[in-house]
């Protein structure tokens, strides 16, 4: 397996990896995770074959592991300006609203919704490909596409109280 | 004009682009008489659109260093130490999980867990704000034992945390920022005992500095800042311990107190 070929995949890993959990720090530790456990079976990966959906499927077995269990999934991280440089990139100031709103309406779409949405939006994958990665029927994969759809509609339509995100104590 | 029915898959497809061409057509010409549909798929448009502005960003990051070594096969034993198999980490991992957890549930949970030996020297998964601000939650709100050995017993206090995290380990002088030492406890960390000493000014507002000696392996960083409800955490890594204060204090109070201890500890 080659450095650069799996060095390409890690900025797309880390988008769906935040788009699913929605801060940084966790995310990074996922895509962090899903690499070592794809070093430590990289010999069960076969040469040739489409080492993307390889990767996405080891990240997704490993998150539904995590979602067994309870985490403080609303810890938010981010850099002081006035002490360091780096600049977060993400929520330029005009748009910070809309993105909060958007994100915190992706926080009430059931997980197994929200992954499709995201499958099918960031990666552009197929519903046949987000099948066999999932490793559910196609029909499943519509029927979730449909309501996670629908769900957010109405959410950002207003036509659903948006909660806000809770911190876990 | 073709009699094939509609069906929620083939509007689906269609935002997605993946109809052949004839049955996009189809599509369209129902779209065009049936405008509630059509309303539905331009909104799951919009969303698709939404979702992509929101997070392809992300592809332009900087990657972080310990992901792009990871693009190659990750040396076991960079650090000297044993690491002969990835499924000890994760076990041992998994074991630091639960700990989390049960630190996470109270402290009788916490009670019925031994702090497991640091065989691996690895980072794990709990970033070290959302560790230091549990641990935080925890243990400031309790009035009668917030600490497992209190300030009165300093010396004993240095000598028990530098044994067992194995390096020397003074608790930083606070008491010129106003706010005085109230004791200090270990407790499981990812892969062994990490230290909290803890802090109060006049008023009983209280700061806990977590010290933890698992980030030896991770190069210097500037501070950083967390927030995790009412608690705030700034912390720094300084290439021998990974370092975070946190309290329900501002962020500037935060950063003043923060900059005396990393320059306390700086002097050693």
């Known amino acids: 397996m080659e450095s650069s070929a799996i060095l390409a995949e890690i900025p797309r890993l880390r988008r769906y990896a935040r788009a699913m959990l929605g801060n940084r720090a966790a995310a990074d530790d996922l895509v962090q995770d899903t690499l070592e456990r794809a070093w430590t079976r990289f010999d069960k990966w076969r040469a040739g074959s489409n080492l993307r959906a390889w990767l996405f499927s080891i990240m997704h077995n490993l998150r539904v592991d995590q979602l067994r269990r309870p985490t403080l999934s609303t810890l938010s991280t981010y850099s002081i300006n006035e002490i360091e440089n780096e600049i977060p990139t993400r929520a330029i100031q005009a748009d910070a609203l809309e993105v909060r709103d958007l994100e915190s309406a992706l926080a009430q779409i059931p997980d197994e919704q929200r992954e499709i949405l995201m499958l099918v939006a960031l990666e552009e994958m197929s519903y046949a490909e987000i099948s066999t990665l999932l490793n559910i029927p196609v029909g499943t994969v519509m029927s979730r596409l449909s309501r996670g759809r629908e769900k957010l509609r109405m959410i950002m339509e207003g036509n659903v109280p948006a909660t806000k995100l809770r911190v876990v104590r | ?268």
């Open chain 2, 1 to 268: 004009m073709s009699l094939n029915p509609v069906s929620e898959t083939d509007l689906h497809a269609y935002v997605d682009s993946a109809l052949p061409e004839a049955r996009r057509t189809e599509i369209e010409d129902y779209l065009n008489q049936h405008p509630d549909e059509a309303a539905r798929v331009r909104a799951y448009v919009a969303q698709k659109k939404a979702l992509q502005a929101v997070f392809n960003p992300v592809l332009d990051e900087p990657l972080p260093e310990n992901l792009r070594s990871l693009a190659s096969p990750p040396k076991m034993t960079a650090t000297g130490r044993s690491g002969n198999a990835f499924l000890s980490h994760y076990s041992l991992r998994r074991i630091a999980a639960g700990v989390v957890i049960a630190l996470a549930s109270g402290y009788a949970g916490w009670l019925a867990h031994t702090p497991h030996q640091p065989t691996e020297s690895r980072i794990a998964m709990r970033p070290l704000p959302q560790q230091a601000a549990v641990a935080h939650v925890v243990f400031s709100p309790d009035a009668r034992r917030p600490v497992e050995v209190l300030a009165e017993q300093e010396g004993q206090l240095v000598a028990w945390v530098s044994k067992r995290l194995g390096i020397p380990m003074h608790p930083p002088k606070l008491a010129p920022l106003g706010y005085e030492l109230v004791g200090g406890r270990l407790l499981p960390g990812n892969s062994g005992p990490v230290a909290q000493f803890m802090y109060q000014d006049n008023t009983g507002r209280r700061l806990t500095l977590y010290v933890s000696p698992e980030y030896t392996t991770t190069k210097e960083t500037a501070f950083r800042f967390a927030q995790e409800g009412s608690v705030n955490v700034l912390y720094w890594v300084d290439g021998q311990c990974g370092y975070a204060l946190s309290g329900s204090i501002e962020k500037d109070e935060l950063a003043r107190v923060s900059t005396a201890v990393y320059k306390q500890f700086e002097h050693k």
